[in-house]
């Protein structure tokens, strides 16, 4: 029988996904107003070209959109069935600690590699790192959600026998 150890939660885009975009939006349109602004009235030209700075915000809201996008897609991924599972012992184990914590197994042929910092938050990376189920040896089943050459794992159930 297996007991389910972790579950991901499928996200939804929340108002901080259009507040973005609104910013982003309104940044565009108003980027001679904005510039007049900062150069002529608050006298900062001295400090950072304006253009420099538009540039810096608008890459870091970009930057913020894409990640969304990515989120979506992987939603839309996961809602159309694209999930996959396997089952069996977890093998060749290998956990690295250098800034974040790196973790890499494989069960069946399958490999799972992930990263407490890198991972996104939607898939399971051991944060917690006091896992009693990831070990050398463990039965498992994982559903997970292939993407190029990583393995998204989005839950995790492990063997307990019946006790009787």
Known sequence: MFEIY????????????????????????SFFFLKRLYEDK??????????????LVLL???????AYCERIERIDRIESGE???????????KTEKVNSRSESFKVGKVSFEYNDFITSGMFFAN??????????????????LPEGDD???FEIKVFKPNVK
């Open 151 to 153: 393995n998204l794992i």
């Open 83 to 93: 999930l996959v599972s396997v089952e069996g012992i977890i093998t060749d184990l």
């Open 42 to 55: 608050l006298k900062l030209s001295n400090l950072m070209d304006f253009r420099l700075l538009y540039s």
């Open 60 to 66: 870091y809201l970009a930057i913020n959109i894409y």
């Open 6 to 29: 972790y579950q991901s939660k499928i996200p939804t885009i929340g108002w901080d996904f259009y507040i973005t975009i609104a910013i982003t939006l309104s940044l565009v349109f």
């Open 127 to 144: 944060r917690a790192h006091d896992s009693k189920v990831i070990k050398e040896g463990n039965r498992v089943k994982i559903t997970y």
